[in-house]
């Protein structure tokens, strides 16, 4: 092959393999060349109800909810807002952002003083401080100078008070006098005062953190920390007067509310009535609230607390237009140049078809048909290789199984079990294969059942056929059965459709938050008996309570057989978990060892991505428990796991990504050693971020998902885990990870620049 035929290099994927909104702690400039936004009608709303709070004379404030499913672009649009206010603003700390990662008030206030900060806060005090020292020296006869210039805080009021000899202390009591009156509680008023006199502040802000009060605040009346949920929205309260007194504006965007607010976590009568509370004193302090969520976050809210949310905003698909746009700025965002290839129109409306507009999975099935486009070319040299339906459909097989096979039928039979139903698996209807039904529930005194039937994907017209083979045949051998069609991927709308009628109702999308809700619904809707004869169905009753009773014996068993096992294995245990520690140490790079260790933001980066990999893999506890003479139950458990593809697939790319993780990081901690400060070395420090860029571009974390199916290896015998649920697991992984380099650049030159 000559020279001008040689295969070009791989191309640089325009698109984010994580698609998610992109959250850097301070929005900087810097990275918004890389946020392609599409203009939608949500988004629009959004931002003229912000500009009408902006425009509008100062002490009306407001409360804005943004709601959306999973994957429809809440986080990006209240991200967009932030940015927005802090453009009219001219003030990032008026404009903050929030995410609600924990399931209580508590944690999302102290998150939101961290976020505040305590020179943020401090400066806010100094600004009541400085209108009072200026106030005090009109009649001084002072230049008007001097007072313009400590009104901008181009001095200090504590320098002009030392300078001219005023009198601090009576000053002070106004300040105090005067944040009691903004804050409406005298606990604040005298904490934030104190934050103003030396000596104080280490013990004011661990107070403000929830931190019970020191000994010198509880000589000043302060005896109460804010350690609960009533407390610490009252507290939020309280920065929301803070931050919007004096006439200014304050934005605070919520996000995943709905991790406080759900169906499953109903709050208490009191948080609620001091939530309610929350957004009275935000709109009475001019400040404007986005609070954003699942739909289901509204839902919970008491019709009281719902009263107090004037705007809602509800976020929908996007278009084939809009798709068609995004592709194209998004190309153009990294070349430079306006183009929709390899994109097609044709294969653009089918994309958007299968990813029902979802803006998630619009971008994750464009990344990942960019690079099956991209490997044809460099496969076949062909340099004009388009996108293709089929292509899409490969796609969207790869990303949106939702569960592995066996996991779904496990999460189906435990269903099952749990509520009394009476059922049989693998169970063939008839004579034909196509009649086995995955589960056959039937139902005392009433003809019939209701066959269960698992599927993957169903995307065109041949996976129609597959599944209208497989209802037919059920239909022929039970003429009366019912019919739930579970499908763990995507199901387009045009296949639904066809599908609805000969079903008799819609198929059934698995998804994790609403399966087992939707799931007994359908089968209890299926198994109603008639009507007209009760004495059937209290027999029907009686009988699903006793298989239920069974169910539960069966668990108890099972738990103390459990609890059993972990007292007779506990040394082994921790010999394993000592084994394990040693291992960890002495595994790491040579590149990576403690000589080389890096400056303490950058270390920790690198090392919650590592132990979070760690966390997720725990390949060598389950490799040492089995040749630790472990019982045959251990070893059959070792064995499912390796005969599993999926997760040897996930494992083998996740200790890929650890490895490329450690192997950044010692390419940093060489960097360190080299020259720092210099336009050349931060090129370098770019340089290392790009590499790794490109490597982890072909390892998406999405591809770990059959490992977060999976409990910990040492969940499974009680070992020392520290969740071990699914969303708690992913969520540690991706917080580790995502946008690693850009966060690891930024740490890095910060910690040049100050060393």
């Known amino acids: ?130 209108d009072i020292v200026a106030d ?18 181009q001095l200090e009021p504590q320098e002009v008070v030392e300078r001219l000899g005023l009198m601090e202390s009576a000053l002070l009591r106004k300040v105090q006098d005067t944040l009691r009156q903004v804050t409406n509680n005298k606990d604040f008023g005298t904490a934030l005062t104190l934050l103003l006199r030396p000596g104080f502040e280490h013990a004011v802000w661990s107070w403000l953190l929830g ?22 929205l009252e507290a939020m309260g309280v920065f929301a007067l803070l931050f919007g007194g004096r006439q200014r504006r304050f934005v605070l965007a919520v996000d995943e509310l709905d991790k406080i607010f759900s169906a499953d976590n109903q709050p208490q009568a009191r948080t609620m009535a001091a939530f309610q509370t929350m957004l009275q004193v935000f709109a009475k302090a001019g400040a404007c609230l986005v609070l954003c969520g699942l739909p289901e976050f509204k839902a919970v809210l008491s019709p009281a607390v719902r009263q107090r949310i004037p705007y809602t905003v509800k976020m929908s698909g996007l278009s084939h237009t809009q798709v068609r746009e995004f ?47 991209d490997d044809r070319v460099r496969v076949t040299g062909d340099r004009d290789v388009t996108a293709t339906d089929e292509m899409v459909r490969q796609a969207a097989r790869d990303l949106f199984g939702s569960l592995s096979a066996d996991d779904l039928d496990g999460a189906v039979r435990r269903l099952l079990d749990a509520n009394g139903w009476e059922y049989w698996h693998n169970h063939l209807l008839g004579s034909g294969e196509d009649s086995l039904a995955d589960y056959w529930v039937t139902f005392p005194d009433r003809d019939g059942g209701c066959a269960v039937l698992l599927t993957g994907s169903l995307l065109d017209n041949a996976d129609v056929t597959t599944v ?100 007779t294995s506990s040394d082994r245990q921790f010999g394993a978990i000592g084994r394990q520690l040693a291992l960890l140490v002495g595994s790491a790079p040579a590149r990576a060892a403690a000589d080389n260790r890096l400056p303490g ?55 890929f990504i650890q490895k490329t993780v450690l192997a950044f990081r010692g390419a940093v901690a060489e960097w360190f050693r080299g020259e ?62 995502r946008n690693l380099s850009p966060r690891v650049r930024r740490a890095v030159l910060k910690a040049s620049h100050t060393g």
């Open 1 to 130: 092959m000559s020279g001008s035929d040689e295969l070009p290099p791989p191309r640089k994927n325009p698109f984010s393999p994580m698609a998610v909104a992109l959250i850097i702690e301070d929005f900087q400039d810097d990275f918004d060349a890389a946020d392609v936004t599409i203009a939608t009608d949500a988004g629009r709303l959004a931002v003229a109800h912000l500009d009408t709070y902006l425009e509008a004379a100062p002490g009306a404030g407001t409360v804005l909810a943004i709601l959306g499913d999973y994957g429809t672009g809440k986080t990006h649009l209240a991200v967009r807002l932030v940015r927005h206010a802090r453009r009219v603003l001219d003030d990032p700390s008026r404009a903050l952002y929030l995410e609600a990662t924990a399931e209580s008030f508590v944690e999302l206030y102290r998150r939101f003083m961290r976020r505040l900060g305590r020179e943020g806060v401090r400066a806010q005090v100094s600004d009541y401080y400085a």
């Open 136 to 153: 005090s020296l009109q009649s001084t006869g002072l230049t008007a100078d001097t007072l313009e210039w400590l009104g901008s805080r």
């Open 211 to 232: 931190g019970a009060p020191d000994q010198v605040l509880v000589e000043r009346g302060i005896t109460t920390p804010i350690d609960t949920e009533v407390a610490a």
């Open 327 to 373: 592709i194209m700025r998004a190309q153009q965002a990294l070349t430079g140049t306006t183009t929709l290839a390899p994109f097609t129109p044709e294969t653009v409306r089918y994309l958007r078809d299968v990813a029902g507009g979802n803006t998630r999975n619009v971008v994750r099935l464009c990344h990942r048909v960019f690079r099956l486009v």
């Open 468 to 567: 209208m083979r497989r209802v037919s045949a059920v239909r022929e051998a039970e003429s009366d059965a019912e019919i739930i069609l579970l499908v763990n991927g995507v199901l387009t709308d045009g296949v639904a459709i066809q599908l609805r009628e000969p079903l008799g109702r819609e198929p059934l999308v698995y998804s994790e938050r609403t399966f087992a809700d939707d799931f007994k619904a359908l089968l209890g809707a299926t198994s109603r008996p008639d009507e007209h004869d009760p004495i059937s169905s209290l027999r029907q009753r009686m009988a699903q309570l006793s298989r239920q009773q069974s169910s539960i014996y069966g668990f108890i068993e099972q738990l103390a057989e459990h609890v059993d096992g972990m007292r």
């Open 601 to 655: 933001e950058v270390e920790r980066l690198f090392r919650d991505a590592v132990d979070a990999l760690e966390s997720l893999i725990q390949l060598d506890m389950m490799l040492d428990e089995a040749f630790d003479f472990a019982p045959p139950q251990t070893q059959e458990a070792v064995h499912r796991r390796l005969r599993t593809p999926e997760f040897t697939d996930a494992a083998a790319k996740a200790i």
């Open 676 to 737: 720092g400060g210099s336009a050349e070395a931060e090129d370098r420090l770019e340089q290392l971020c790009g590499i790794y860029d490109d490597i982890v571009e072909f390892l998406p974390l999405f591809d770990l998902d059959p490992l977060f199916g999976l409990p910990p290896w040492g969940a499974r015998t009680g070992g020392l885990v520290a969740d071990v649920s699914q969303v708690a697991r992913r969520n540690r992984v991706h917080d580790a990870l």
